[in-house]
């Protein structure tokens, strides 16, 4: 075989492999790669399975002009062209192509393509876009999945934009869809979602919503609830005192229900307490009865007060233990809701999930209450009363017996 038939042999199997990929690739395709070799003006991408792809560097440049990647990063991007005859594959920028001309803009409006762009100001009923020079409209509704009560947040922001109306002319009349694109990819992101998503899951997700009943999470093209009372160990008044919006938090799938509605087939309700470490586990340990500890009084009761130790962790102060000595009628009388107090502790019940507390500073050597029954045993006709002083210092006689010492008593005078 001579060196010119290898060559044409060479030459076809080159087309049937650029065939191949072409087959493969479609303008508008999202795909990733690997840098392999940095040029004046393009990079160079492996994209796997024989096939490379080249990138304009001025998609890859900072706002001070500087490139963003090297050799051997990881690249991801939006396939901008394939050329029909040799499969070579152009991409653009990660959302989109950077267009430089009325013809290109029309080409990605004809074919579909995602181009870059930036809000650059608002108008009646949407804001202005400005794409390679060129000024474009996007109505209101089309700027972000999420209705946005104030569109003035947008501008100044780069951003990828499927164009859903263009007319030539001196002056381009274009209208651009913001929405249509984040639709797609959370699509994208929900089917790769889906095998992971099942009760019991542990996920990422971005907090979006805020409402006084719980938290929405975006989990990545599928959102989720957590609902207040699975936000945190302790009590709570409003979602925002653990979460705020954009933070990434992990949850735990709690279930997941399907509701038949096509536009948000399921709900799921997730949690961020289910996460956390039961502070129960190890209390034992961690609080020896007798040790003095510090907290915060979360509840009065007439029985007693409450009094978070940590996070999702209380003890209670039953009202016997609050007098020092004397009788109370309520625990608000010795303290009050988010008073800081010292204690004493009394017993652990982990299983009970129970601590009890006592503010003296040695419980042990509190007296007990007294017994009038046995200040009165010597001479039975005082047995059912009981006589003292009260806060104004006037004396006071009360019958305090059984039934059956009161008659006694009753009889006892009658003879």
Not at 282 to 294: I, L, N, P
Request: net charge negative; glycine share 12%; proline share 3%.
């Amino acid at each position: 075989m001579t060196d010119e038939t290898e060559f044409e042999a060479l030459m076809r199997e080159l087309e049937k492999t650029e065939q191949a990929v072409a087959e493969r690739h479609k303008p508008g395709d999202r795909v990733k790669g690997e840098v392999i070799a940095v040029g004046e003006e393009q990079v160079f991408v492996d994209l796997g399975g024989k096939a490379e792809a080249t990138m304009d560097t001025a998609n890859l440049k900072d706002h001070d002009g500087n490139l963003t990647v090297a050799v051997g990063d990881a690249l991801e991007a939006v396939i901008a062209s394939v050329d029909a005859e040799t499969g070579a594959i152009t991409l653009g920028g990660k959302h989109g192509k950077a267009a430089h001309g009325a013809d290109e803009l029309e080409a990605a409006y004809n074919q579909g393509l995602p181009v870059e762009g930036s809000f650059t100001g608002t108008t009646k009923g949407g804001l202005e876009v400005r794409i390679a020079g060129h000024r474009a409209f996007c109505p209101a509704s089309q700027a972000d999945i999420r209705f946005v009560e104030d569109l003035s947040v947008l501008v100044g922001q780069h951003h990828a934009f499927r164009i859903t109306k263009f007319e030539g002319g001196k002056r381009l009349n274009m209208v651009v869809s913001r929405r249509a694109l984040l639709e797609e990819e959370r699509a994208a992101q929900a089917e790769a979602l889906r095998e992971q998503l099942k009760e019991g899951a542990v996920l990422n997700g971005k907090v979006v919503g805020l409402k006084e009943f719980g938290a929405f999470v975006d989990l990545g093209g599928v959102e989720g609830m957590v609902h207040i009372s699975e936000m945190s160990m302790t009590r709570i008044r409003h979602p925002e005192d653990v979460v705020s919006l954009g933070q990434e938090v992990e949850v735990a799938v709690l279930r997941i229900e399907e509701t038949g509605d096509p536009k948000r087939p399921q709900k799921i309700a997730l949690s961020i307490r289910a996460l956390a470490k039961d502070p129960w586990s190890d209390a034992v340990s961690r609080y020896g009865v007798g040790s003095r500890v510090d907290g915060r009084v979360t509840r009065l009761q007439p029985f007693g007060a409450f009094v978070e130790l940590e996070p999702g962790l209380e003890g209670l102060i039953h009202i016997s233990e609050l007098g020092a000595g004397r009788r109370l009628e309520h625990p608000q009388e010795v303290l009050s809701t988010g008073q800081q107090v010292s204690a004493t502790i009394l017993k652990v019940e982990p299983d009970r999930k129970r601590i009890g507390l006592s503010l003296a500073d040695d419980a042990g050597a509190m007296e007990p209450e007294p017994d009038y029954r046995d200040a009165y045993r010597e001479d039975p006709r005082k047995a059912g009363r009981r006589r003292g002083r009260n806060d104004q210092g006037a004396a006071f006689e009360e019958r305090t017996g059984s039934f059956g010492d009161l008659l006694k008593e009753q009889m006892g005078r009658d003879d």
